[in-house]
C-alpha cells in the first residue's frame, strides 16, 4: 500500500486532528528560515501520544541539534533537505534511525547524485527544485523520473494536491515507497485543511499498487 506523508505541521491543534485521519507518517520542520517552523511552536510533550512515525526534516543542521530533536520528538526518521553528506546521512543510519535524503529535481537534474547516497538512506525524496528548499508548492515534470534507476525507493513530493494526485498514483511503475504532502492541503503555512488531508489521505491509501 503506498504510503502518506503530511510534512510541514506547525500546530498542536491541527497536529490531534491530523493523527485521527490516520497518514503514515507526520513530518516537523526544524529549520528556521521555513515559514513551518515546528520548533516555535509545537513542545515535545504536544506530540508523543501517537505511535504514528515521526520525522524531522533538516537543512545543514549540526549534528548536537538534529540529536537533541531526535530524543526529544522521539524521532522515527530524519529527512535532509541541504548539502549533507553521504557520512553525514550514514552517521545516522549507524545510529539505527531511518535517513531520508531530498533531492531538488528539474529538468536538468542528474540522478548520478543519488548513487553515493545508496548506502546510507533508507529513502530518498524527489521534491520540485524551487525557490525555497521545500513548500514551494508545484511539480517538477514526474516523467523525469523514468530516468532513475528505481534501486532506493522513494518519496515523492512537490505540489501534490486533490487536483493531480490521482496522475501521481499512476507512476506505479516507479518506486515509490510514498506521497510527501504539503502546501497543497494547507490554509496557511503549517496549518493543513482538515478535509483536504482527510479526502488526500483517503485516496493515496485505498489506492492498490
Request: charge should be neutral; aromatic fraction near 12%.
Amino acid at each position: 500500500m503506498m504510503k502518506v506523508k503530511i510534512c510541514g505541521i506547525k500546530y498542536r491543534e491541527n497536529f490531534d486532528e491530523l493523527v485521527k485521519l490516520d497518514p503514515d507518517y507526520v513530518g516537523f520542520i526544524f529549520y528556521e528560515k521555513s515559514l513551518r517552523n515546528a520548533a516555535s511552536s509545537i513542545q515535545p510533550k504536544d506530540i508523543l501520544h501517537t505511535t504514528i512515525k515521526k520525522v524531522g526534516v533538516f537543512v545543514d543542521a549540526e549534528f548536537g541539534f538534529i540529536q537533541k530533536k531526535i530524543q526529544d520528538y522521539h524521532l522515527g526518521a530524519v529527512q535532509f533537505h541541504g548539502n549533507e553528506t553521504p557520512d553525514f546521512c550514514n552517521y545516522f543510519k549507524a545510529s539505527g534511525i531511518a535517513v531520508i535524503k531530498a533531492f531538488s529535481v528539474d529538468d536538468q537534474f542528474d540522478f548520478s547524485k543519488t548513487d553515493s547516497y545508496k548506502n546510507s538512506c533508507k529513502h530518498f525524496l524527489f521534491d520540485t527544485k524551487g525557490e525555497k528548499k521545500g513548500g514551494n508548492g508545484i511539480s517538477f515534470n514526474w516523467q523525469k523520473l523514468k530516468e532513475y534507476d528505481q534501486e532506493i525507493p522513494f518519496f515523492l513530493s512537490g505540489g501534490i494536491g486533490l487536483d493531480n494526485v490521482q496522475e501521481a498514483l499512476q507512476l506505479s511503475d516507479l518506486n515509490i515507497y510514498g506521497m510527501d504532502i504539503n502546501s497543497r492541503i494547507e490554509d496557511e503555512p503549517g496549518l493543513k485543511n482538515i478535509p483536504k488531508a482527510k479526502e488526500i489521505i483517503t485516496t493515496i491509501k485505498k489506492f492498490k499498487i
